[in-house]
């Protein structure tokens, strides 16, 4: 007998069809006091119950969220019993029981918590939890690949799978799912998380932070019907992880406005970047200023046109929450020359750390005096990063690329690729009503 047997004389007594003396040994608890998030219908209310249990908690749903994944698990195909006059389906870890007029679910989950936009959310291990349960009976009864998709959704609950967990959420019938694909990001590390928002008539209003772990992923949240309908706009921003300001950051990665229920996503929204950096250019020369030495030239680069003492990028100006990066690059991976919002006037560093004694050009660039650092046959490399930095290697925008300096001689100018197609950002978000 699995635990979730164990509890199926509780919901036998929970749907009112069975006589008086039912009882279970497990201990009712509030969420907001016991498990350290807000409260809501998870904390003992009529929809959902909360208990402490076998080392876990044991959650009891009722109304819309049992009647959803009864019949989840009834579509995909599981087995239904006929026990004392009513319905009951058994997984390994839940148990849901019907007379056809009301349902009532028992699962096990090492994890409850409240997230907005949800009535309640449960997370556990692939393949040995409630939510792991529910995830395959939802993929099965709409006909999806468990094993190739990573997340469903169905009678109002979504789910969502990572490599080693799987989350869960219902919510009612007053909120809309919102889809959000983007394309041309990725991971931020543990530091920085993105965060979607939704610009209303009441300001913007956060549709969920979330990760990526790689360049082309979809995201689900569930959104008040209200605020979906009210919604005018899609902004995408880089927050950071811990001890975020509730409002959103300015560096806004794509945005879009809403033509009806779907927003196309890009960095050329005025409410994002402004551009599509498809009109970048720039040149570079290999050059030491800071050193006196006659043959060194190439342990320096510099963005500047020495023929007429002016600077060789032009790039668009970036909007607050971004800063231009230049970079070297060799065997040994990315090394930055330092930050600039304008390439007429110096960069974060001057000349760098490595550099020589003498002064060096009010334009970005770097010398590689000591240690030296030879840059013939490497990258060089303009990208967009936001401020503050997610990372100290470059951002996923790289406008404009080099990927072989060449010998040329100190000061002769060598042209950048620009390379905006194959780094850009873009994506959707629709809302399905």
């Known amino acids: 007998m699995t635990r979730l ?3 199926f004389l509780s919901l036998f007594c929970a749907l009112a069809l069975a006589s008086t003396g039912c009882a279970t040994d497990t201990e009712e608890v509030s969420i907001d006091e016991d498990l350290g998030v807000e409260g809501g219908k998870a904390d003992g209310g009529d929809d959902i119950n909360v208990r402490r249990a076998y080392g876990g ?12 994944m009864w019949n989840a698990l009834e579509d995909s195909g599981i087995r239904v019993t006929n026990k004392r006059g009513l319905e ?10 019907t007379n056809r007029r009301a349902a009532a679910c028992q699962l096990f989950s090492y994890d409850v918590s409240n997230v907005d936009g949800f009535d309640l959310a449960f997370h556990g291990a692939r393949f040995r939890s409630a939510a792991s349960d529910l995830f395959g009976a939802i993929a099965a009864a709409n006909g999806q690949d468990a094993r190739s998709t990573s997340s469903v959704s169905r009678d109002g609950y979504l789910c969502e799978k990572g490599s080693s967990n799987v989350w869960c959420g219902f919510a009612s019938d007053d909120s809309v799912e919102l889809v959000v694909s983007l394309n041309g990001l990725g991971d931020l590390g543990p530091d920085y998380v993105y965060e979607g928002w939704l610009i209303t008539s009441d300001g913007p209003v956060t549709s969920g932070r979330f990760d990526l772990t790689s360049g082309d ?9 209200a605020i979906a309908e009210d919604s005018t706009m899609f902004v995408l921003t880089i927050e950071p992880a811990i ?5 959103p950051a300015s560096t806004h990665v794509v945005a879009g406005a809403f033509d009806g229920a779907d927003a196309p996503l890009t960095t050329i929204h005025p409410a994002a970047l402004g551009t599509d950096f498809t009109e970048a250019a720039g040149a570079y020369i290999l050059e030491t200023p800071s050193s006196d030495a006659g043959d060194d030239y190439n342990q320096g680069v510099w ?7 002016a600077p060789s990028l032009a790039l668009p100006t970036l909007p607050a929450g971004w800063v231009y990066e230049g970079w070297v690059v060799g065997e040994d991976g990315p090394v930055s020359t330092g930050t600039f919002t304008d390439p007429a006037n110096g960069d974060s560093d001057g000349g760098g750390p490595a550099a020589g004694p003498n002064g060096t050009p009010p334009f970005p660039g770097q010398d590689f005096i000591d240690p030296a650092r030879d840059l013939i046959g490497g990258a060089v490399v303009i990208s967009v990063e936001p401020s503050p930095d997610n990372s100290p290697a470059p951002f996923f925008l790289k406008p404009l690329v080099d990927g072989d300096a060449e010998d040329v001689g100190p ?6 690729g620009n390379n905006a197609d194959a780094t850009a950002a873009f994506g959707n978000a629709a809302f399905l009503f």
């Open 5 to 7: 047997n164990k509890t």
């Open 57 to 68: 908690f044991l959650v009891t749903i009722y109304g819309d969220a049992a009647t959803g």
């Open 217 to 225: 992923e979809s995201k689900s949240f569930q959104i008040d019907r």
């Open 243 to 247: 001890g975020d300001d509730p409002a």
């Open 303 to 309: 963005f500047v046109d020495p023929s007429v003492g």
């Open 88 to 97: 009951y389906i058994n997984t390994s870890y839940s148990v849901c029981v």
């Open 411 to 416: 000061g002769v100018l060598q042209d950048m």
